[in-house]
């Protein structure tokens, strides 16, 4: 038996109950838990939600409508001939065996309604395929404008996200565009089964032999399902499974996976693994993972089923009754039809229920995409140009902080990864900015570029604070190298011209900025040169394969990745950087540790790029490594736990000696017993 034990959170919020089915915990708010809503105080929640729902539902049809209103028009035309279908194809099969039953009972078969009835038949027969054919062919088609539509909905959405606003973990989208189609398919069910339903009703109350008593009875077997299959917290909860040994097993694993396979061969690890996961195997014992839904519906007794099934039964019963206390009015034929009927009116009913259930599901994912496009940024813009021709010079942008303090959004650390830090970097300058790791270096170029905004402080850029220029002006003359950057799933010019775009068919840059990141050799080595694509979008697959090994080759040739090396990768992002450099307007430039996988005279050229191309540019170079730059520096910035603890050149630090002499040593100690 499963334990369903609740209890009170006394800490922090006595609204919710927790909830315990197997591995799993379940958040409900307390009324929920308590089975406190009242049988009309949850009808007029339902009634509530419902017309608060409605604006939004609008919204979503509407914009479905307006992408192509003929298509739209038609693929509800064919769902409402759909609807009826059924209840027409009943008819003339009531038609049918009627006529062949008056005809048996009085001897004299009536051949032209019989030819009615049949041709009646034949031509629902007829429509029901047309219909089915017709709606093959509009339903892809509109399902290909609505998912286009809401990807590039869904793209731009999360395009326009400044960095701090999309790391919100509110502003998480659990919704792609299939799903939204298939919400669509939902609602527009929904219109079909409110017209079945309808003319199912009208059909079978105007039948004269209790049809209006059977419609009655169709309805009870639905309405009781809706009360006993109900789950509690369809409306507000948590879920999450919290039971230790069950996440370890997952975790265990998870060690299957080929990412973790060079460790485990090399760590001789295979051995523990199995053991610890049978050692959570055994712990969990029968535990049971299934959904807490299927596992609260199966705590119901088996007098709940019964109950159910009998209901179904009303309408058999109904007749039954019926033929004891009229004999004569009793028609085999009669009956199965409305046999039907009743079955029919039932599925329309139950399956409009469970529809109308979704349809809060579908309110809830319809409201976030919405407020995903409408969501403000962090980073709010200002309205000042820049350059600003009062002010700004053509050495570079100078930089002024003034006691910046600065925590991610969301960080778990104590400490502020930036601490009251002030500093001034002259334009033109080259600065290198040195410490140990978590120091803060990467954050300060962060702040600097703004792509995230200070907690307090300010930051002035040729004497303006920052916030007040237009984000679009300040990106436009910036250029950032990072390690982090990445490759995009496009050919390696693309990757190469998206530092420029608007020269991004211009070979002859392109390949000048490889040559200056020191790509050029990459890009030889591949077979399709500059049009290589090195992570193809993967789409293709095949199945069933063992006879037939041409195919089998073929599927292995598609979409390859073409690997390169981490160096390599980092030569075509730097490649990128200087293509960006070309467009002639960048004045701030950083490279942030973008070498660390570059070997020694990859690195040396690169470095060596950078500083050539750095007129007009204030340049800043965040790296572990001392010796090629720092002695051209006309700034050293050292930082410390958030801090800049020295400030100056190599020169004036090292005679400081003090936090950037020691790294320095170290460094240079290790290079002279290497040396030895
Ligand atoms: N996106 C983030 N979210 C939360 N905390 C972060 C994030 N990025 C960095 N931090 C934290 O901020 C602090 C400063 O990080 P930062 O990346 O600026 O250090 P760094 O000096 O560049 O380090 P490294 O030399 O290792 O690259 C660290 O404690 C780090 O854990």
């Excluded at 529809?355 to 579908?362: F, P, R």
Aim: charged share 20%; hydrophobic share 40%; with cysteine.
């Amino acid at each position: 038996m499963v334990a369903t034990e609740k209890e009170q959170e006394k800490l922090e919020d006595f609204s919710y109950s927790t909830l315990h089915f197997g591995i799993w915990s379940v958040l409900v708010p307390m009324e929920v838990a308590a089975g406190k809503l009242s049988f009309l105080r949850s009808w007029w929640d339902k009634w509530n939600r419902f017309r608060s729902s409605l604006p939004v539902v609008w919204r979503f049809l509407w914009e479905i409508y307006s992408l192509d209103p003929r298509l739209n028009l038609l693929f509800f035309l064919l769902r409402l001939v759909s609807s009826v279908e059924g209840t027409l194809m009943l008819y003339a099969s009531s038609k049918l065996l009627q006529t062949v039953e008056t005809g048996l009972a009085t001897g004299r078969p009536d051949m032209s309604a019989i030819f009615q009835a049949v041709v009646l038949r034949m031509m629902c027969t007829v429509l029901t395929s047309t219909v089915r054919w017709a709606s093959m062919r509009v339903s892809p088609m509109l399902q290909s404008r609505v998912i286009a539509h809401f990807e590039e909905y869904m793209l731009r959405a999360k395009l326009r996200l400044d960095l701090p606003t999309s790391t919100d973990k509110n502003t998480e989208l659990g919704i792609s565009p299939w799903i939204i189609w298939y919400h669509f398919q939902i609602l527009s069910g929904l219109f079909e089964r409110g017209s079945r339903l309808s003319s199912q009703i009208i059909f079978t109350t105007q039948q004269p032999q209790g049809g209006f008593m059977l419609t009655v009875l169709a309805l009870v077997s639905p309405f009781l399902s809706t009360h006993f299959a109900k789950i509690p917290w369809k409306h507000g909860f948590v879920m999450y499974a919290s039971n230790l040994d069950y996440l370890r097993l997952r975790a265990l694993k998870w060690l299957g996976s080929e990412e973790y396979r060079q460790d485990i061969v090399s760590g001789n690890l295979v051995d523990w693994i199995l053991t610890e996961y049978d050692k959570a195997k055994n712990a969990l014992g029968t535990t049971s993972d299934a959904s807490p839904d299927s596992q609260f519906l199966s705590q119901n007794t088996p007098i709940t089923d019964i109950v159910m099934q009998l209901s179904n039964d009303l309408p058999t019963f109904y007749w039954a009754a019926s033929v004891i206390i009229e004999p004569r009015g009793f028609s085999i034929t009669s009956f199965a039809i409305l046999q039907q009927h009743a079955n029919g009116l039932r599925g329309s009913i139950t399956g409009l229920v469970h529809e109308v259930a979704e349809v809060a599901e579908i309110v809830t994912a319809l409201n976030d995409l919405y407020k995903m496009a409408d969501l403000k940024n962090k980073v709010v813009d200002g309205d000042e140009a820049y350059p600003n021709s009062a002010v700004s010079t053509d050495r570079g942008m100078a930089f002024e902080l003034k006691n910046v303090s600065f925590a991610y959004p969301g960080g778990k650390s104590k400490d502020n990864a930036i601490r009251n830090l002030s500093l001034k970097i002259p334009a033109g300058h080259l600065v290198v900015i040195v410490g140990a790791n978590g120091s803060g270096k990467s954050t300060i170029i962060k702040l600097m570029s703004r792509l995230y905004d200070v907690d307090s402080g300010e930051i002035l850029v040729d004497g303006i604070p920052i916030q007040k220029y237009r984000l679009g002006d300040l990106r436009k003359v910036q250029a950032l190298l990072s390690q982090d950057l990445k490759l995009f799933p496009l050919t390696l010019a693309e990757n190469i011209g998206l530092g420029n775009p608007d020269h991004i068919n211009d070979m002859k840059m392109v390949m000048e900025a490889a040559e200056s990141g020191g790509a050029s050799e990459v890009i030889k080595k591949l077979n399709d040169g500059a049009q290589a694509v090195l992570y193809p979008i993967q789409t293709a697959y095949g199945s069933q394969l063992e006879n037939y090994p041409k195919l089998q080759k073929i599927l292995e040739n598609l979409e390859q990745y073409a690997e390169v090396s981490g160096g390599e990768k980092q030569r075509l992002v730097a490649a990128r950087t200087f293509m960006r450099f070309l467009s002639g307007n960048i004045r701030f430039a950083v490279a942030d540790e973008p070498s660390s996988a570059l070997d020694p005279k990859a690195e040396h050229k690169l470095f060596q790029h950078l500083r050539e191309s750095g007129d007009g540019k204030t340049m800043i170079f965040v790296t572990h490594r001392f010796g090629h730059l720092t002695k051209y520096a006309d700034l050293i910035i050292c930082m410390k736990d958030g801090q800049a603890v020295e400030t100056g050149t190599h020169k004036e630090l090292m005679a400081l000696g003090g936090e950037y002499s020691e790294l320095y040593n170290v460094q240079a100690q290790a290079f002279s017993e290497n040396s030895l």
